[in-house]
């Protein structure tokens, strides 16, 4: 099994106390939104009901199948196609994901993930879970 990472930074070097690893499915991948699924397990989150929320955090490294670490800050890089200055929410459509338009649908959850720096590097900064 190959250990797949993303680039995050708290600058300085220093061991980021916002990292922590957590069991996973094996479908769970980098740069995925996780929520909490049990005592030290994550999931992908999907903010279509409140069963799959609140977004802890984003995957950025598989150390193995069915182990992540996941970060609850810091700048997160590695993503595709974000729009600078936009924040992020969770997606109601993609489990894992995260969109720029906040779901609007009765029983929706919204919670935003984070805001985009650039991009490829999205701030991770988790809003407080709203169900619509």
Do not use: H, W
Not at 9 to 32: F, H, M, Q
Not at 96 to 119: D, E, K, M, N, Y
Request: charged residues 10%.
């Amino acid at each position: 099994m190959s250990t797949y990472t993303a680039t995050y930074s708290r600058g300085g070097g220093e061991i980021d106390p916002d990292a922590e690893t957590y069991n996973c499915p094996a479908g769970v991948a980098v740069l995925d939104a996780v929520y909490l699924n049990g005592t030290d397990n994550v999931d992908k989150a999907l903010a279509s009901g409140a069963a799959t929320m609140p977004v802890i955090g984003i995957v950025t490294t598989k150390r193995t199948a069915t182990t992540c670490v996941v970060v609850s800050s810091d700048s997160v890089a590695g993503f595709v196609g974000l729009t600078p200055d936009v924040p992020y929410y969770a997606s109601p459509g993609v489990a894992g994901g995260i969109t720029a338009t906040p779901p609007v649908t009765a029983g929706q959850v919204v919670q935003q993930a984070g805001f985009a720096r650039s991009s490829t590097v999205l701030v991770v900064s988790l809003g407080t879970p709203t169900t619509l």
